[in-house]
């Protein structure tokens, strides 16, 4: 199977503007969750899509958003874009069976805000 | 919210001798402990996990122990080799669920 695959891979953008990332989950795999993760923060959790529904949401501002697509891919945007955005923004797809946790992650984005 | 720690924060070890990580977290509902590995410039990979019914588990030269009692799980690695060096997160949570929360993560360096 083809693994999770995210685009684009870098963005460089400026700050105000906004941003849409994408992420194709394992195929079979209905929850996706994002990651944000930078130097001084680690990785931090976005949110957690599945089904097409937010199940869960991390400690980000409203800026931050997302949604997910009845073939299960997903994308996240962040609009207003600050300097602090700046990070490598990770999604992860899972199985989800009520046992089974294991997360997939994709490659990520790097995004640069200047 | 959940208050996860590691320890070291860094971590240098001759190759062939033994390496351990330890994790603390603080919600005492958390059942499930995984730890993952990203090497330079790659994406996180599960190496490990644990569920809150078992203690130990290993898998060659990787095992990881859980006290649940005291809020700490242990990721142990033999033999070092080269390619273990890496970036190593914790990540307890409630099993099902998709939401991780990472620890600050613990490079290890292996010197040859």
């Known amino acids: 199977k083809a693994g999770v695959t995210q685009t684009p891979r870098y963005l460089i953008k400026t700050r105000g503007q906004q941003v849409t990332l994408s992420c194709s989950p394992i195929s079979g795999h209905r929850s996706v969750s994002w990651y944000q993760q930078t130097p001084g923060q680690g990785l931090q959790f976005l949110f957690e899509?599945?089904?097409?529904?937010?199940?869960n949401k991390g400690n980000f501002p409203g800026r931050f958003s997302g949604r997910q697509f009845s073939n299960s891919r997903s994308e996240m945007n962040v609009s207003t874009l600050e300097l602090g955005d700046s990070a490598l923004y990770l999604c992860?797809?899972?199985?989800?069976?009520?046992?089974?946790?294991?997360?997939?992650f994709g490659p990520g984005t790097r995004l640069t805000v200047l | 919210g959940e208050n996860v720690e590691q320890h070291p924060s860094t971590l240098s070890v001759q190759e062939g001798d033994s390496a351990v990580i330890k994790c603390t977290y603080s919600d005492s509902a958390s059942n499930y402990f995984p730890w993952y590995k990203q090497e330079l410039g790659k994406r996180p990979q599960l190496i490990i996990d644990?569920?809150?019914?078992?203690g130990e588990k290993k898998d060659q030269r990787i095992a990881v122990t859980l006290n649940k009692t005291a809020k700490h799980f242990s990721l142990h690695i033999t033999e070092t080799q080269p390619e273990d060096s890496a970036v190593y997160f914790c990540a307890p949570s409630l099993q099902g669920a998709q939401k991780l929360v990472f620890g600050q993560g613990t490079r290890l360096t292996i010197n040859p």
């Open positions: 899509y599945f089904s097409e529904t937010q199940r």
């Open positions: 644990i569920r809150s019914n078992v």
């Open positions: 992860a797809s899972s199985l989800w069976q009520f046992s089974y946790n294991e997360q997939f």
